[in-house]
């Protein structure tokens, strides 16, 4: 059962680097990554031998770059017809959906794995603490897992691939200020307090903030694990209504 | 081995397929024929369990479609309606997933491969991706992976859509090769693919079976079966002569090229009698012919009288 995820992992991810949207977006990725980190952030200025500014940024690269990414997942395989095929191998539903996310978060992984120059900047300056910086990396990945995950969600939705990206783009936002005004005041007119902080509870913003800080919590690692769960599962749920059309 | 049983299929008001029950054995090639819409491609997907049925069941050598999904889907090959395929893999890339995923490894894995390739003919394209090639190469490579695992049966959605008279012909010679041991389900809206593949035909029309024979005895119901047809110069002499044998029914006269066509009445055998005619009155004929039916006034007939029923 294993093999077959191996299997839709291996073609997925070798379909990536097949085109030119691979490359373009880990050049994009990078660069951006880069701006914000000396631009936005004063990666020198700040004169701190840390990657605070680098991944503080990070919720909002994601927030339109893993729905890039996110957006094809079903959406294409729909308006192929090759979901037909897909599902009529010897494959379940749960097989072919977390081998395709799984693709997708390492093609994510990989990009962020080639961010390693700046981590070779801030040891050559300094002497930062490299746990935090891998506790950064590690929320940061997670994080993009549950952006992905969202986004294969709302692919399987749509056949329409720029549909899939705007409203990934919109749900990721919701998710990511979910502990902030902006959306909390939405919701605190009317619902009672309990709901309200429930919705504040899911702020990916708030999970991030902590693990980043380098305090890797279980609670922070299970609610991304957890957040990553209930969209695949929703994913299959989605896939299956929606393959007839 | 299929075997579906009250097979249903509905979309909110809309029945796309009606209680379709049918058995098809080891051997037999089943054409399934009808008009757009009527419910063959819906059938398909069902059997090789990508939708799952409103009600009734589907099996594949024993193997229920819904309850028991992967066995049932391990024997079944399936060319899904206009031969999907992922565009940026080559042919061969795209046949080696398929490949693994249907669990061939080692020397089997490579036989096999190299076994649908050569019976394809997809040798000179390999290595080029598949969203680069022909209609008509896509096509047999969604051929090629259908059959890559051996399957003992076989679900074919238009196969030959897209393909020239040659390669139709070859991806017919395909089917009839394979025939022997394996249960074959095609779905076609060419009328002479089902004489050339089929050892029998079921014709659908708004998700209902409407008939359920084999090609000759589909054309035994036609008005031109056992029907005379010749041409000839003098026509009028002809149809006169022809009208007073004793079994016609009907003599008439194609307007375009004047072609005769004697029907008997129903039962009968008329050609001796008007070529003795014929003879005897020294009439000139430059060709003579035994119709056996025609296959596409056949499909009219049935599926039209049915939707002009739906109508009243």
């Known amino acids: 059962m294993s093999r077959s995820i191996v299997t839709v992992f291996k073609r997925e991810l070798a379909s990536y680097f097949a085109t030119p949207v691979a490359y373009v977006f880990i050049v994009i990725f990078l660069l951006l990554a880069g701006a914000f980190t000396f631009y936005l952030g004063n990666f020198f200025e700040r004169g701190q031998a840390d990657l605070q500014p680098f991944f503080n940024f990070h919720p909002w690269l994601y927030l339109f770059l893993v729905p890039a990414v996110g957006m094809r997942l079903w959406s294409e395989e729909r308006k192929s017809g090759t979901i037909e095929l897909l599902l009529t191998l010897p494959v379940t539903m749960w097989q072919a959906v977390v081998g395709k996310f799984l693709a997708a978060w390492a093609f994510i992984g990989v990009a962020l794995i080639l961010t390693f120059p700046v981590w070779i900047t801030v040891n050559y300056l300094g002497s930062p603490d490299n746990g935090v910086i891998f506790a950064s990396y590690l929320g940061s990945f997670l994080m993009a897992g549950a952006f992905l995950a969202i986004g294969s969600c709302i692919s399987a939705c749509t056949r329409n691939q720029v549909i899939a990206f705007i409203l990934t783009v919109v749900v990721c936002f919701l998710f990511l200020l979910a502990g902030f005004p902006l959306v909390l005041n939405f919701f605190s007119a009317w619902a009672p307090q309990g709901l309200v902080d429930a919705i504040a509870g899911l702020s990916f913003l708030t999970h991030y903030a902590s693990i980043d800080k380098g305090v890797i919590d279980l609670r922070d690692l299970i609610y991304f694990l957890l957040i990553i769960a209930f969209w695949l599962y929703a994913s299959a749920v989605v896939i299956d209504l929606k393959k007839a059309d | ?312």
């Open chain 2, 1 to 312: 081995m299929i075997e579906t049983r009250q097979l249903t299929k509905r979309y909110g008001d809309l029945t796309a397929v009606d209680n379709i029950s049918f058995k098809v054995e080891t051997g037999q090639v089943l054409g399934f024929l009808g008009p757009n819409g009527a419910g063959k491609s819906t059938t398909m997907k069902m059997i090789a369990g990508f939708l799952a049925p409103s009600s009734g069941s589907a099996s594949v050598c024993g193997f229920d479609v819904g309850a028991q999904a992967l066995e049932a889907k391990r024997v079944v090959g399936y060319l899904p309606e206009g031969a999907p395929s992922y565009g940026e893999m080559t042919p061969r890339q795209f046949l080696g997933f398929i490949a693994d995923m249907r669990g061939l490894t080692g020397a089997r894995r490579t036989q096999r491969i190299d076994d649908v390739i050569e019976r394809l003919h997809l040798n000179g394209v390999l290595e080029q991706p598949i969203e680069t090639l022909s209609k008509g190469f896509k096509r047999r490579v969604g051929l090629a992976q259908a059959i890559v695992h051996d399957p003992a049966v076989l679900i074919l959605d238009e196969p030959t859509d897209g393909l020239d008279p040659n390669q139709k012909h070859e991806v017919r010679s395909l089917i009839n090769a394979m025939a022997k041991d394996k249960t074959i389900v095609v779905s076609t809206h060419i009328l002479e693919e089902v004489h050339a593949v089929c050892t029998r035909a079921i014709i659908i029309a708004q998700g209902k079976v409407l008939a359920d024979a084999t090609p000759a005895e589909l054309e035994a119901r036609s008005r031109y079966h056992q029907a005379v047809s010749l041409t000839t110069p003098n026509v009028a002499a002809a149809k006169e002569a022809m009208s007073r044998v004793a079994d016609v029914a009907a003599v008439e006269i194609d307007p375009q090229d004047h072609r005769l066509t004697a029907f008997p009445k129903p039962g009968k055998q008329i050609f001796g009698a008007i070529s003795d005619l014929l003879k005897a009155q020294g009439i000139p004929v430059s060709e003579l012919q035994l119709e056996s039916g025609r296959m596409d006034e056949v499909f009219r007939t049935i599926t039209q009288g049915e939707s002009a029923e739906v109508r009243v």
